[in-house]
């Protein structure tokens, strides 16, 4: 069974930067897409960038320009880099993998635990 682990997240002043890591073990990551996904308080989760598994990538409008994903299938890692964070980009961030690279849920087989991410002055 595939399982992932995201590191990475912490706390952060806004403007300020984080980049946020999804490590695969126990399958090959070159076989999935991925996708990271964040739950805000009070919120549903939501989708926020997708990688395809020839390197296709895709943003919700909220963090394009700010958000880069990208992956190392060798290394069996996917990254975040998230640049000039906001208060409302805290959230428990989630990484997910699966066979199409949607910004919905219910494409994705696989998920890690979950990391914070708190922008806050």
Known sequence: QLQLVESGGGFVQPGGSLRLSCEASGSTLADYAVGWFRQRPGKE?????????DDRVSYVDSVKGRYTIARDDARGTVWLEMLNLK???TA????????WALLSS??????????QVTVSS
Do not use: L
């Not at 989760?45 to 598994?53: D, H, K, L, T």
């Not at 428990?92 to 066979?99: I, N």
């Not at 219910?106 to 990391?115: A, K």
């Open 45 to 53: 989760r939501e989708g926020v960038s997708a990688i395809s598994r």
């Open 106 to 115: 219910f494409e994705y087989d696989y998920w890690g635990q979950g990391i």
């Open 87 to 89: 208060p409302e980009d």
């Open 92 to 99: 428990v961030y989630y990484c997910a993998a699966g066979q």
